[in-house]
């Protein structure tokens, strides 16, 4: 059986999620795994800015390939070699940069997939954003073709909603074109946040949130902000929703951080349901994904928000929520190999469905 590797490390930069996976006949998961960042990795990244060195920059490409590459082989190494064969590995990277506006428009991740190639020994599919980019996309949300490929319905109106450190929706109708955007914020406020004043890496669960609430004049202001209200295509992220556009709403407010904590959390909720009522009020069925997924009072706030929806985790749809992005990639890679469109103008506003992805051998 012809398998694809899959890598993906989001935003939040919780792990690497890894997936080996089967799209003959139908589409199943082989196995998987999450391999942690190291810690002190993890912080370098988290540190990086636009006036971050050349050096500093090169160093962490270096390392990511290396990191990538264990993993990889981590999963090869417990995989049943006899009966699955690795045709390539799709490689997302770790985006350091993205701009899609602009006349210079431009998308960087890292890990550079020279190394994992040479490491693990099976060609690599990576740098999936620039083409479509090329043509006057965005570049993303590129989940929404893999999002089409396993939950679309002929019965059903469906939205998928990705929710890693930025939050992007799939619109998958009956009948008509795929659409999708970054809606905004997923965890990225909530986990600077918390990180910042309780030294942990995520609000598990949306306890800490639990515990404040919700600032409705906070909550209006960002809400105002000028991504919100412009249209689609579009994507973003820490470029834009980082701490200073957050104390720039906090600016002397002297407001508890629980509640702070309480108030981001319904930002992300509020954006994800007002992008909905407006793109697909007809939606049946809201499908979560991501690490967000788990934040069990997030959901609750998605779903009060669309009360005419069933709202659910992907596992109730045959997919863990952690894997989807992983998964995604080992499906784009597939695409690049057997040279089909891998992104869709629909949803990133280029000139054309296109391949994407370079191979590297």
Request: aromatic share 8%; proline share 5%; net charge negative.
């Amino acid at each position: 059986m012809d398998i694809y590797l899959g890598i993906m490390s989001g935003t939040s930069m919780d792990a690497i999620d890894i997936v080996a996976a089967s799209f003959e006949d139908k589409f199943q998961i082989i196995s998987h795994q999450s391999c942690p960042f190291p810690p002190g990795i993890r912080q370098r990244l988290l540190n990086l800015t636009p006036q971050s060195t050349i050096h500093e920059i090169a160093e962490l490409d270096h390392i990511m390939g290396m990191l990538f590459s264990d993993c990889a082989n981590d999963l090869i190494a417990h995989s049943d070699n006899e009966k699955h064969v690795v045709k390539a590995i799709g490689c997302h990277g770790q985006t350091i940069y993205h701009n899609p506006n602009g006349a210079l428009t431009n998308s960087i991740q890292i890990g550079d997939p020279n190394i994992i190639t040479a490491k693990t020994g099976y060609p690599v599919v990576a740098d999936f954003r620039r083409k479509d980019m090329a043509l006057g996309g965005q570049g993303a949300p590129l989940v929404p073709a893999f999002h089409a490929n396993i939950f679309s319905s002929t019965d059903h109106n469906r939205v998928a909603v990705n929710i890693g450190g930025i939050a992007n929706i799939s619109l998958l109708p009956t009948i008509g074109l795929v659409k999708g955007y970054d809606t905004g914020p997923g965890n990225t406020l909530m986990d600077l946040w918390i990180n910042k004043h309780l030294g942990k890496d995520y609000d598990k669960g949306g306890q800490w949130a639990r515990t404040g609430n919700v600032i409705e004049p906070l909550l209006f202001d960002m809400l105002s902000a000028p991504y919100f209200k412009t249209k689609p295509p579009k994507s973003t992220g820490k470029e834009l929703f980082n701490e200073n556009w957050l104390l720039h709403y906090l600016d002397n407010t002297g407001y508890s951080t629980e509640d702070v904590q309480a108030t981001l959390n319904m930002l992300t909720a509020t954006t994800i349901a007002n992008a909905i009522k407006n793109d697909m009020p007809n939606c049946n069925e809201v499908i979560l994904c991501g690490g967000g997924a788990y934040n069990e009072l997030l959901s609750a706030n998605i779903s009060r928000l669309l009360p005419q929806a069933k709202v659910d985790k992907s596992d109730g749809y045959g997919i863990d929520p952690k894997l989807i992005e992983a998964a995604a990639f080992a499906w784009f890679a597939r695409q690049r190999v057997l040279l089909k469109p891998g992104s869709l103008a629909s949803v990133t506003g280029a000139r054309e469905n296109t391949i994407i992805g370079a191979i590297y051998q």
